[in-house]
C-alpha cells in the first residue's frame, strides 16, 4: 500500500474523497445509499465491538447490549458534513483520535464493498484505490469546502435546478437547513453564520459560490 502524503492530525479538518473503480457507479438504488449513511454513522467510534452486518441482524438483549457498547465509546472522527453521489462520495471530516479517519475509512469502505458485493453478485474492488484527502488550511476554506459539498448534486448536473438541492436525500445539507438530528457535528460551520438561513443563502449563491472556487480549488479532489 502507498504511503500516504498527507499525515493526519488530531483536531485537523479534512476534505476525504473516492469514487468508483473505473468510474463505475457505487450507489444503485435508495437502499445502498441509507446503507452508506448508517455505516458512517456506526463506524463513528472507529473500533465497533461488531459488523455493522451483523450488527443489524441482532436482537433483544443482544442487541440491546451492542447498542450500549457503541454509546460508551468515544468517536475517532466527527463528520462535519458528506454527500453521496452515483459514482464518488465527499467527506469532511475532524479527526479526534490518532488514526481515527484511517480506521473510519476503512471500516466503511469494507463494510460497504462487502455489502455491494453480495447484493450486486460482484467479486473485485468496488473503489479507485486508496482514498484522497486534503488538509483544510483556514476557517475560509472550510466554509466554501462545505458549500462544494453541498451544491455537489447541482454543480456535477446530478440535478438540473438548484431549488431541488434541499430535496436531495443523500447529502447532509438537510441537516444543516431544516435542523434534522442526523449523523454530522454541525456547529463548527453553523457558528459562522447568525442562523441556518444565512447558511442556505450562502450555499445557493452560486454566483458567489463560483467567484469563490478559486479559494478552494487545490481541496477539490475531483
Not at 44 to 66: C, H
Not at 82 to 111: T, V
Not at 189 to 194: A, Q
Request: net charge positive; with cysteine.
Amino acid at each position: 500500500m502507498p504511503v500516504r502524503k498527507t499525515p493526519f492530525v488530531n483536531g485537523q479538518v479534512y476534505h476525504i474523497f473516492n469514487r468508483g473503480v473505473n468510474l463505475s457507479n457505487i450507489f444503485f438504488d435508495k437502499r445502498d445509499y441509507r446503507r452508506a449513511i448508517n455505516l458512517l454513522s456506526f463506524y463513528q467510534v472507529g473500533d465497533a465491538p461488531i459488523r455493522y452486518s451483523k450488527f443489524i441482524k441482532s436482537a433483544g438483549e443482544i442487541r440491546k447490549n451492542y447498542e450500549e457498547s457503541l454509546k460508551k465509546m468515544q468517536r475517532v472522527v466527527d463528520i462535519i458534513c458528506f454527500c453521496l453521489m452515483p459514482n464518488h462520495f465527499h467527506l469532511l471530516l475532524k479527526q479526534k483520535e490518532e488514526d481515527g479517519i484511517a480506521k473510519f475509512i476503512r471500516n466503511f469502505q469494507i463494510g460497504y464493498s462487502r455489502y455491494i458485493n453480495e447484493k450486486e453478485n460482484r467479486i473485485g474492488a468496488l473503489f479507485q484505490g486508496q482514498f484522497k484527502a486534503v488538509r483544510v488550511e483556514n476557517d475560509e476554506q472550510l466554509i466554501h469546502l462545505s458549500r462544494y459539498i453541498h451544491l455537489n448534486p447541482f454543480s456535477s448536473f446530478l440535478i438540473k435546478n438548484l431549488s431541488e438541492i434541499e430535496k436531495y436525500s443523500w447529502s447532509s445539507y438537510s441537516e444543516y437547513i431544516f435542523d434534522i438530528n442526523g449523523i454530522c457535528q454541525k456547529e463548527l460551520i453553523l457558528s459562522f453564520f447568525r442562523n441556518k438561513n444565512d447558511y442556505r443563502k450562502f450555499v445557493l449563491n452560486n454566483a458567489d459560490y463560483q467567484r469563490k472556487l478559486d479559494k478552494i480549488k487545490h481541496l477539490v479532489l475531483e
